[in-house]
């Protein structure tokens, strides 16, 4: 598989990076809060004490345009695929760790499907701040990491519940949080709607 790096020409389709963040504050207090299981990931959508930082401010005025926002966590070792989402408005990560992401485009779902040979594959180095777009299919980075995450305030919290109305409320999974799965994955088997075709893919070979 092809890895491209985040500053790459293929990137802007996807996100950008973000210039003029400061994080040394926030890096340190995530090192200090956030276990990094061996196996899996956690993710805490929202620490309180994140919002304390200055950078806080910094994000919800410059890159949200004035919106609330949450400031988490997504840490751990992966080496998979497994599944992708999107949510309605930015994310922004940054980690202490040199990531590996995987992604596709909402607009290539086709019939319900999404082909897995879509998928790209991005190196992102330890420190660098990051703008996914709300059209970009992501999910856990890859690599073993501690990895801030910052989206819309509400986001990732419990799927609401709703009347099934759409195509997308059969992929709804969490509040501002919509999934497709690769049928060998434990979401897959906990009910999240099977839209990954092809191989779950596996990069622990790059690491």
């Known amino acids: 598989m092809v890895i491209y790096s985040v500053d790459s020409e293929e990137f802007r389709r996807f996100g950008s990076v973000i210039e003029g963040v400061e994080t040394d504050a926030l890096l340190e207090a995530l090192e200090r809060i956030s276990p990094c299981p061996e196996e899996g990931t956690v993710y805490v959508p929202d ?10 401010d910094f994000l919800s005025k410059h890159v949200y345009g004035g919106m609330p926002v949450q400031i988490g966590y997504c840490s751990g070792t992966n080496y998979k695929l497994n599944c992708l989402e999107y949510h309605k408005g930015w994310e922004v990560n940054v ?16 019939g319900g499907k999404l082909k897995t040979s879509s998928v790209m594959a ?3 180095p330890a420190r660098t701040v990051f ?4 059209t970009t299919l992501h999910y856990a980075p890859c690599g073993r990491f501690k990895n ?11 799927k609401p519940v709703i009347e099934e109305k759409t195509f997308e409320d059969r992929l709804l999974w969490g509040s501002n949080k919509w999934l497709i799965a690769h049928p060998d994955t434990d ?19 790059y690491f």
Request: charge should be negative.
């Open 47 to 56: 620490v309180p004490e994140f919002d304390e930082l200055p950078v806080y």
């Open 95 to 110: 980690s202490t760790d040199e990531l590996i992401i995987l992604l596709s485009d909402l607009r290539d779902i086709r």
């Open 122 to 124: 991005f190196r992102v």
């Open 131 to 134: 703008v996914m777009y709300g």
């Open 148 to 158: 801030i995450v910052v989206l819309p305030k509400g986001t990732n919290y419990d």
């Open 187 to 205: 979401e897959a088997r906990a009910g999240a709607y099977i839209g990954l075709d092809g191989e779950n893919i596996d990069i622990s070979e």
